[in-house]
């Protein structure tokens, strides 16, 4: 039996986020979180319910440590989080518009996220897992641009499921136009695929969601879902395809409404792995009772600031759609 039911990999940063509808040039004040997609995901994971392991690099520094720290106490299995001794723990400054929209302010040149490299991946570990999800942030630069791709080779040749939403940053790449050529690549050793609708024309080169899913369909992956923010979901396999609607809410920010939705995606469909479903086997029903999850948490997450302050825990005992129980990793810090 696998030891780990997901394994995400990839960056672990720290988000600063301002006064919502402030400017981050006027910001008094920030609000400490956890960020970086894959580690959203872990998150998200672990709160409800699902063994889950955090694979990347921070530094040895404050942040590197509140990062391992908060890791652990969300039940996040940290045994692959390394330390790197000149390394920086990547930060982001995040500024949320009155509509919820936000914009970014990166400073993760050289961070230890994009220092990881293919020599450091763990192959036991990664065998361990029965899910590895991953981004394409860390394909932005060498040396983690190798250990993402070897990632993908190693958990294909291990049998695990390899999951992916690019959540596509262009502002990341030195050269945006490498991606071209990388992010097919990365896809075609993909099982799941998650995308937004806005990523389609950038990454696809298609606005239609369906002709853009075929597309992505065709490069191996056998589950495509297209997330539509209010619009709710869209689901593409060889088994069919469906449309799910999402829960109406009043956005606060939509920071991680998407990781949000992958984690409730791949907590619903737990189950089946942990059974030897493979995702090609998926059924209609089973891919939209996924979508359904994963709208769920994702319209959690639009409700409060930070990517994973609104998801609640599940309660222990409880079936799998209460997760109400609501906690928050938000930390207030005065940043000079």
Do not use: Y
């Amino acid at each position: 039996m696998k030891s780990l039911d997901v394994l995400c990999f990839g960056e672990a940063l720290i988000d600063f986020f301002g006064t919502p509808g402030v400017p981050l040039g006027e910001c008094e004040t920030f609000t400490r979180h956890l960020g970086g997609a894959p580690t959203n995901v872990a998150i998200g994971l672990g709160r409800l319910g699902v063994r889950v392991g955090m694979m990347t690099l921070v530094g040895q520094d404050e942040f590197g440590e509140f990062v391992r720290r908060k890791l652990a106490e969300e039940g996040v299995d940290i045994a692959s989080v390394g330390v790197h001794a000149q390394g920086r723990t990547g930060i982001t400054f995040v500024a949320v518009a009155k509509n919820g929209d936000r914009s970014f302010s990166s400073f993760r040149h050289q961070s230890t996220d994009q220092m990881i490299a293919p020599d450091l991946l763990d192959r036991d570990r990664i065998a361990s897992a029965q899910v590895v999800h991953l981004g394409s942030s860390t394909l932005a630069r060498e040396p983690a641009r190798s250990a993402t791709l070897r990632m993908v080779e190693v958990a294909r040749k291990a049998g695990c499921i390899v999951s992916c939403d690019p959540n596509w940053r262009a502002h990341l790449w030195p050269d945006p136009s490498e991606a071209k050529a990388l992010l097919p690549q990365l896809l075609a050793g993909c099982d799941i695929v998650k995308l937004s609708d806005d990523e389609l024309e950038p990454l696809v080169g298609i606005t239609d969601v369906e002709r853009a899913a075929d597309r992505v369909r065709g490069l191996g992956p056998s589950v495509v879902v297209v997330t539509q923010g209010a619009g709710g979901a869209r689901f593409f396999s060889g088994k069919g395809t469906g449309d799910v609607p999402a829960p109406v809410v009043d956005m606060i920010d939509a920071t991680g409404a998407g990781d949000g939705f992958v984690a409730g995606f791949l907590s619903a469909l737990v189950p089946q792995f942990s059974a030897g479903t493979r995702p090609i086997d998926l059924t209609e029903s089973d891919l939209a009772a996924a979508c359904r999850r994963g709208n769920e948490i994702g319209s959690q997450v639009v409700t409060a600031v930070g990517a994973t302050t609104a998801i609640g825990r599940l309660t222990a005992g409880a079936p799998q759609g209460n997760v109400r129980e609501g906690l928050g990793d938000g930390e207030s810090k005065q940043v000079d």
